[in-house]
């Protein structure tokens, strides 16, 4: 699938798997997706030296032994910075799980596969790790914002960071007689490197300065994380990008040092930790940048940053959503934090961290709000039609006394005539027997 697939006979929807080689991952699904595939699985042509037990390694042709071939690292499906157009999900499976499939299709047979996504899920605690740099400008925003969900996992979740450094050594920056030969990128003599950020050497934020605040951070760390939070380590980085960020401030004492103080963290625990990790002036290991040396090693960390929630990497843009997401899909059902009940399927995760609650989506009305309204016009109606009544009633007494008044004359003058006719009738009579 390195070229495009200009006809096809397939029916979609198909998921279509392809093999691992010839051109980039991104490539391959491109043209899966251009072809009207639904997924893609690419099928690795190499075994895994860890799974040596169930997976059998193709022969190498070039070697003359006709020794077997394994992999000591796994392979990781990543964006080559090309594929902002793909939509459909894709997936490496090893070559032992690949293998049955393929013999399968190739004997005609229909295969049904299913895709679905998932993070181990033990119990109710989930360990998640980052490994970033001090001028990561990818993961930035991600450090400035988190905190306030770390915060609400509370102990909950056990976060980790990490620095990503290289090994000058196996990147050849320390000669045979241990003298650094990659300048200003490396602390002790060439062990320990980053790369320079403004390809300067000789001005600026150097490798050796990214070194130097990496260590300062893992002894923060060290000294302020032990809860597994670690409010200290996500505040120094908060306000170091924002004051000492700079070519003129990143390793100028008095700024780091002003930072420190605002985060309550002690600079001088902080640098007696550096020192008595061996220091970065000697040739000599230091311990805490070796041991992150060694994890990026046994974990094949090749790309940064990069999170792993309970061992497994997260793939796609590291951003609040993404990650929060995540660290709620490890816990095991029924352990769920609040914040993830409340937050996880809301549309603006962030917000709703930020808040305590769910922002109800543009052109919708809160539960809350629509009750609110119901009551305030329930007594609106109340009011006003008290009002009507009442006036009502008025008008209706108005009117009665204003028929009594109309016939109240005529009662008397009735009243009267009839007294008149009865006096007169009693004065015949007495007249009569007189």
């Not at 979609?12 to 798997?17: A, D, N, R, W």
């Amino acid at each position: 699938m390195c070229n495009p697939v200009l006809r096809s006979n397939w029916k979609p929807p198909f998921v279509l798997m392809v093999d691992r080689g010839g051109c980039t991952f991104v490539q391959k699904v491109r043209n899966a997706q251009h072809a009207g595939a639904a997924a893609v699985i690419i099928a690795d042509n190499k075994c895994q030296c860890v799974h040596e037990k169930t997976c059998t390694p193709d022969a190498d042709p070039n070697a003359d032994d006709g020794e077997a071939l394994c992999e000591k690292k796994e392979p990781i499906m990543a964006d080559d910075g090309s594929g902002l157009d793909i939509t459909i999900p894709s997936v490496l499976l090893f070559k032992q799980d690949a293998d049955p499939i393929k013999d399968a299709l190739i004997q005609k047979h229909t295969v049904r596969i299913e895709l679905t996504w998932s993070l181990p899920n033990p119990n109710g605690l989930v360990e998640w790790d980052l490994w970033t740099s001090p001028t990561d400008k990818v993961s930035k925003q991600f450090k400035n914002e988190f905190k306030t969900a770390v915060e609400a996992f509370g102990d909950s979740a056990k976060f980790t960071p990490h620095m990503y450094i290289y090994d000058g050594i196996a990147s050849q920056c320390q000669n045979s007689e241990g003298k650094n030969e990659c300048f200003t990128m490396c602390t002790n003599e060439g062990r320990y490197c980053a790369l320079d950020p403004d390809m300067d050497m000789y001005s600026g934020i150097t490798g050796a300065d990214i070194v130097a605040e990496s260590a300062r951070r893992i002894c923060i760390w060290e000294l302020y994380g032990e809860d597994g939070i670690g409010l200290q380590w996500w505040n120094y980085g908060e306000a170091f990008s924002a004051n000492c960020d700079t070519r003129e401030d990143f390793m100028k004492e008095e700024c780091v040092q002003a930072v420190m103080m605002g985060a309550d963290i002690d600079y001088d625990r902080v640098e007696q930790c550096v020192f008595e990790a061996g220091g970065l002036e000697t040739s000599e290991e230091v311990t805490i940048l070796q041991a992150q040396l060694d994890e990026k090693e046994s974990k094949g960390i090749i790309i940064m940053p990069v999170v792993y929630v309970n061992g497994v990497a997260i793939r796609g843009e590291l951003e609040f959503a993404t990650v929060f997401k995540a660290i709620c899909a490890g816990y095991a059902p029924g352990t769920e934090p609040d914040i993830c009940d409340r937050c996880a399927n809301c549309p603006d995760e962030k917000k709703c961290v930020l808040s305590g609650s769910c922002p109800a989506p543009q052109g919708t009305i809160k539960t809350s709000t629509f009750a609110g309204s119901l009551f305030a016009l329930s007594i609106i109606f109340f009011v006003v039609g008290a009002a009507l009544y009442y006036r009502q009633q008025q008008q209706m007494e108005e009117q009665v006394k204003g028929m009594i008044k109309e016939y109240m004359p005529l009662d008397v003058n009735n009243a009267q005539v009839a007294d008149t006719s009865i006096e007169q009738e009693e004065g015949d009579a007495k007249g009569t027997y007189t």
